[in-house]
Antibody, heavy 127, light 107 residues
Framework: QVTLKESGPGILQPSQTLSLTCTFS??????????VGWIRQPSGKGLEWLAN???????YYNPSLKNRLTISKDTSNNQAFLKITNVDTADTATYYC???????????????????WGQGTLVTVSS | DIQMTQSPASLSASLEEIVTITCQAS??????LAWYQQKPGKSPQLLIY???SLADGVPSRFSGSRSGTQYSLKISRLQVEDIGSYYC?????????FGSGTKLEIK
């Protein structure tokens, strides 16, 4: 059974660094083709992809957040992390982590969608 | 970036009605398209991947189709438990992008 759970500070002040942790079970980030992504959703609004990290430590970021994002993983403890520097009120949102995968079968590739999601953690940026 | 233009933004339909939501990709993404359902207060749930494949445990009244760069999600017989928001996502290239969402209500 695949589960993911996000944890974060709840509230933080503008200009601080947001640190989020995703603790998961039911799969390993050392398994070929596995990945974890971070997606956020401001209240009442749509979904925004932030970053993915893959089994081979490849990392991809949403350039709209410029150089503020850092994604990492701790394979032995089944955790993934996301840091966002210099937060402001526009970063107030529910942050989700989700499992993704990239599969190649008979030379046909698929994946990069999110089959399992955490419950989300609400982060509020306020002075 | 690949833009996903989703329509309609909101939809009110009767029980047992057929409902269709569409997403238009700004460029060719092949079958690299997923659909999600998000019930109020809950996390998104994968419905469709590879444009037409039904995710595990998803009722067969949900289906996905593709015509060129236009993608559709169809609910064949709307049920009460289908209320919520629906999002498409292109999985073709980074940055991954979502449609703006469709809020589905029961008439």
């Amino acid at each position: 059974q695949v589960t993911l759970k996000e944890s974060g500070p709840g509230i933080l002040q503008p200009s601080q660094t947001l640190s989020l942790t995703c603790t998961f079970s039911g799969f390993s980030l050392s398994t070929y083709g596995m990945g974890v992504g971070w997606i956020r959703q401001p209240s009442g609004k749509g979904l925004e992809w932030l970053a993915n990290i893959w089994w081979d430590d490849d990392k991809y970021y949403n350039p709209s957040l410029k150089n503020r994002l850092t994604i990492s993983k701790d394979t032995s403890n089944n955790q993934a992390f996301l840091k966002i520097t210099n937060v402001d009120t526009a970063d107030t949102a529910t942050y989700y982590c989700a499992r993704t995968e990239f599969i190649t079968i008979a030379a046909i590739s698929t994946g990069n969608w999110f089959a399992y999601w955490g419950q989300g953690t609400l982060v509020t940026v306020s002075s | 970036d690949i833009q996903m233009t989703q329509s309609p933004a909101s939809l009110s339909a009767s029980l047992e009605e057929i409902v269709t939501i569409t997403c238009q990709a700004s460029q060719d993404i092949g079958n690299w398209l997923a659909w999600y359902q998000q019930k109020p207060g809950k996390s998104p749930q994968l419905l469709i991947y590879d444009a037409t494949s039904l995710a595990d445990g998803v009722p067969s009244r949900f289906s996905g189709s593709r015509s060129g760069t236009q993608y559709s999600l169809k609910i064949s017989r709307l049920q009460v438990e289908d209320i919520g928001s629906y999002y498409c996502q292109q999985a073709h290239s980074n940055p991954l992008t979502f449609g703006s969402g469709t809020k589905l209500e029961i008439k």
